[in-house]
Protein backbone atom coordinates (compact mmCIF):
# COMPACT_ATOMS: atom_id res chain seq x y z
CA UNK A 1 0.00 0.00 0.00
CA UNK A 2 2.77 2.04 0.75
CA UNK A 3 4.30 2.30 -2.80
CA UNK A 4 1.04 2.77 -4.36
CA UNK A 5 0.44 5.91 -2.56
CA UNK A 6 4.22 7.04 -3.14
CA UNK A 7 3.19 6.60 -6.51
CA UNK A 8 1.74 10.00 -6.25
CA UNK A 9 4.47 11.79 -5.10
CA UNK A 10 5.90 13.18 -8.77
CA UNK A 11 9.23 13.49 -7.35
CA UNK A 12 9.58 10.01 -6.55
CA UNK A 13 8.44 9.40 -9.98
CA UNK A 14 11.35 11.67 -11.08
CA UNK A 15 13.73 9.36 -8.99
CA UNK A 16 12.70 6.03 -10.01
CA UNK A 17 12.60 7.12 -13.95
CA UNK A 18 15.87 8.78 -13.48
CA UNK A 19 16.88 5.46 -11.54
CA UNK A 20 16.03 3.73 -15.24
CA UNK A 21 12.86 1.71 -13.55
CA UNK A 22 10.75 2.55 -16.26
CA UNK A 23 13.02 1.43 -18.70
CA UNK A 24 12.43 -2.56 -17.24
CA UNK A 25 9.87 -4.16 -18.19
CA UNK A 26 9.24 -6.25 -15.39
CA UNK A 27 8.78 -2.79 -13.65
CA UNK A 28 6.29 -1.75 -16.34
CA UNK A 29 4.22 -5.28 -16.07
CA UNK A 30 4.53 -4.57 -11.71
CA UNK A 31 2.59 -1.39 -12.41
CA UNK A 32 0.18 -2.80 -14.27
CA UNK A 33 -0.80 -5.55 -11.34
CA UNK A 34 -0.69 -2.36 -9.42
CA UNK A 35 -4.38 -1.33 -10.99
CA UNK A 36 -5.79 -3.70 -8.25
CA UNK A 37 -5.44 -1.50 -6.24
CA UNK A 38 -8.56 0.82 -8.00
CA UNK A 39 -11.21 -1.73 -6.74
CA UNK A 40 -13.13 -0.50 -4.05
CA UNK A 41 -11.95 -3.14 -1.59
CA UNK A 42 -8.45 -1.65 -1.79
CA UNK A 43 -9.20 1.95 -2.71
CA UNK A 44 -10.78 2.52 0.29
CA UNK A 45 -7.62 1.80 2.45
CA UNK A 46 -5.59 4.90 0.70
CA UNK A 47 -4.78 8.32 2.17
CA UNK A 48 -4.19 8.99 -0.70
CA UNK A 49 -6.65 8.53 -3.66
CA UNK A 50 -4.83 10.63 -6.45
CA UNK A 51 -2.22 8.09 -6.58
CA UNK A 52 -4.26 5.69 -8.86
CA UNK A 53 -4.50 8.41 -11.27
CA UNK A 54 -0.40 8.97 -10.93
CA UNK A 55 -1.07 5.07 -11.46
CA UNK A 56 -3.04 5.31 -14.67
CA UNK A 57 -0.70 8.16 -16.07
CA UNK A 58 2.31 5.51 -15.84
CA UNK A 59 0.54 3.02 -17.43
CA UNK A 60 1.57 5.48 -20.50
CA UNK A 61 5.14 5.34 -22.10
CA UNK A 62 4.64 9.51 -23.00
CA UNK A 63 4.11 10.07 -19.31
CA UNK A 64 6.91 7.62 -17.95
CA UNK A 65 9.25 9.70 -20.49
CA UNK A 66 8.18 12.84 -19.51
CA UNK A 67 7.99 12.50 -15.81
CA UNK A 68 12.15 11.72 -16.07
CA UNK A 69 12.05 15.52 -16.72
CA UNK A 70 12.60 17.86 -14.00
CA UNK A 71 10.57 20.75 -14.72
CA UNK A 72 7.54 17.87 -15.54
CA UNK A 73 8.11 16.58 -11.78
CA UNK A 74 8.09 20.38 -10.06
CA UNK A 75 5.21 21.36 -12.05
CA UNK A 76 2.93 18.44 -11.64
CA UNK A 77 3.98 18.68 -7.75
CA UNK A 78 2.87 22.37 -7.98
CA UNK A 79 -0.62 21.19 -9.74
CA UNK A 80 -1.10 18.61 -6.28
CA UNK A 81 -0.76 21.73 -3.73
CA UNK A 82 -2.60 24.04 -5.53
CA UNK A 83 -5.30 21.32 -6.20
CA UNK A 84 -5.17 21.04 -2.28
CA UNK A 85 -4.95 24.89 -1.20
CA UNK A 86 -8.10 25.20 -3.18
CA UNK A 87 -9.67 22.16 -1.76
CA UNK A 88 -9.27 23.16 1.49
CA UNK A 89 -10.74 26.36 0.76
CA UNK A 90 -13.60 25.51 -0.84
CA UNK A 91 -14.42 22.63 1.74
CA UNK A 92 -14.00 25.00 4.60
CA UNK A 93 -16.25 27.59 2.79
CA UNK A 94 -19.07 24.44 2.33
CA UNK A 95 -18.90 23.62 5.68
CA UNK A 96 -19.68 27.12 6.94
CA UNK A 97 -22.67 27.47 4.84
CA UNK A 98 -24.24 23.95 5.67
CA UNK A 99 -23.57 25.13 9.77
CA UNK A 100 -25.25 28.25 9.00
CA UNK A 101 -28.36 26.18 6.88
CA UNK A 102 -28.59 23.90 10.52
CA UNK A 103 -28.29 26.97 12.91
CA UNK A 104 -31.40 28.37 10.51
CA UNK A 105 -33.26 25.86 10.76
CA UNK A 106 -32.85 24.77 14.02
CA UNK A 107 -34.24 28.22 15.01
CA UNK A 108 -37.62 27.68 13.16
CA UNK A 109 -38.59 25.29 14.83
Known amino acids: MEFVQCLGNPNYLNFLAQQGCFDKPEFINYLAYL ?3 KEPAY ?3 LLFPYCLHMLDLLQS ?3 RRE ?3 APSARFIDDQVLLHWQSYLRKRSELIS ?3 EELGASANSV
Open 97 to 99: KHI
Open 67 to 69: IAR
Open 43 to 45: SKY
Open 35 to 37: KYW
Open 61 to 63: PEF
